[in-house]
């Protein structure tokens, strides 16, 4: 497993993975289908904040594209906490990748942004994503309750911290 950053050229790529990935546990926010415009719009938003107000890196397995993970730095009063969010393909799961993956990007985003915690948001049926964030020393913070609609289902919102050391 590798985490390398983004770049203009894996537009394509990008469309395929978020196309084929898991959306049961993710935000509607992730356009539907995932056109390659959607993915030239992301990669220069990537481009932008890279090192700045995020740190965004594709996961490759093989020299293939198989995942996406990402640390974004909040504005206004919450500006010095990250939120963390990440997804891989499908075929991939349960190969401790992402628990891998996670553990990185926190070490180079504690380095390169002004943040000082890293907070992660999960569904709390999504339990593979809870035990990734708590392997890499997140603590259960808080819980909001019916906080989530997602496919006509509601679910409490977990939220996870790790402050820096
Ligand atoms: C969540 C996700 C990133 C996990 O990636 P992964 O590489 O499979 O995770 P890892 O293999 O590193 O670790 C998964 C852990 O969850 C456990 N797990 C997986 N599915 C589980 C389930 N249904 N019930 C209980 N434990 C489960 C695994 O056994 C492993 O824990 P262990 O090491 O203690 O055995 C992946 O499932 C995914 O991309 N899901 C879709 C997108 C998503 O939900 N993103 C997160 C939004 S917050």
Same mark, same amino acid.
């Given at each position: 497993?590798? #985490?390398?950053?983004?770049?203009?050229?894996?537009?394509?790529?990008? =469309?395929?993975?978020?196309?084929?990935?898991?959306? /049961?546990?993710?935000?509607?926010?992730?356009?539907?289908?995932?056109?390659? +415009?959607?993915?030239?719009?992301?990669?220069?938003?990537? &481009?932008?904040?890279?090192?700045? @107000?995020?740190?965004?890196?594709?996961? #490759?397995?093989?020299? /293939?594209?198989?995942?996406?993970?990402?640390?974004?730095?909040?504005?206004?009063?919450?500006?010095?906490?990250?939120?963390?969010?990440?997804?891989?393909?499908?075929?991939?799961?349960?190969?401790?990748?992402?628990?891998? =993956?996670?553990?990185?990007?926190?070490?180079?985003?504690?380095?390169?942004?002004?943040?000082? /915690?890293? @907070?992660?948001?999960?569904?709390?049926?999504?339990?593979?994503?809870?035990?990734?964030?708590? &392997?890499?020393?997140?603590?259960?913070?808080?819980?909001?309750?019916? +906080?989530?609609?997602?496919?006509?289902?509601?679910?409490? #919102?977990?939220?996870?911290?790790?402050?820096?050391?």
């Amino acid at each position: 497993m590798e #985490l390398r950053k983004w770049t203009l050229e894996d537009k394509k790529e990008l =469309a395929e993975i978020c196309n084929a990935v898991d959306r /049961r546990y993710l935000s509607d926010r992730l356009p539907n289908p995932y056109t390659e +415009a959607s993915a030239v719009w992301w990669l220069n938003m990537v &481009k932008e904040k890279e090192g700045k @107000t995020g740190i965004f890196r594709k996961i #490759l397995v093989d020299n /293939r594209i198989i995942g996406n993970i990402s640390v974004e730095q909040k504005e206004d009063v919450y500006r010095r906490d990250g939120e963390i969010g990440y997804f891989l393909l499908p075929e991939r799961y349960s190969q401790g990748i992402m628990t891998e =993956a996670v553990g990185q990007i926190c070490e180079t985003a504690f380095q390169e942004l002004d943040i000082i /915690r890293i @907070t992660g948001l999960v569904y709390a049926p999504n339990i593979a994503s809870r035990r990734v964030l708590e &392997k890499n020393g997140f603590v259960l913070e808080g819980l909001m309750k019916n +906080a989530v609609t997602k496919n006509g289902d509601t679910y409490n #919102l977990c939220i996870y911290g790790k402050g820096k050391e």
